[in-house]
């Protein structure tokens, strides 16, 4: 079974910076389509960024510019780079990784943007 393990999260002020990382294993990770969401209690889990194998990329339109998804292949690891962050940044930041009907989750990490 593939394993994704998020780090990265935490606290910061309006306008810092995070950089979340997702470890993976047990996948040919290449080949897989990496994914960060986000969910905020209460509401729908949102796609936020998205890397596919080839290195390209996509950005829900309230973090682009902002936001930096990147991936390492040898290293089977994907990033989200998160500047200018917002109050409304506040949630929990999941890894996805997709490869036709195989989908993966991490068990996701806390960004809480706060004074």
């Known amino acids: 079974q593939a394993q994704l393990v998020e780090s990265g999260g935490g606290l910061v002020q309006p306008g810092g910076s995070l950089r979340l990382s997702c470890a993976a294993s047990r996948l040919t990770f290449s080949l897989y389509t990496m994914n960060w969401y986000r969910q905020v209690p209460g509401k729908q889990r949102e796609l936020v960024a998205t890397?596919?194998?080839?290195?390209?990329?996509n950005y829900t339109d309230s973090v682009k510019g902002r936001f930096t998804i990147s991936r390492d292949n040898a290293k089977y690891a994907a990033y989200l780079q998160m500047n200018s962050l917002k109050p409304e940044g506040t949630a929990v930041y999941y890894c996805?990784?997709?490869?036709?009907?195989?989908?993966?989750w991490g068990q996701g990490t806390q960004v809480t943007v706060s004074e």
């Open positions: 890397i596919v194998s080839g290195g390209t990329t």
């Open positions: 996805n990784a997709q490869f036709g009907n195989l989908r993966y």
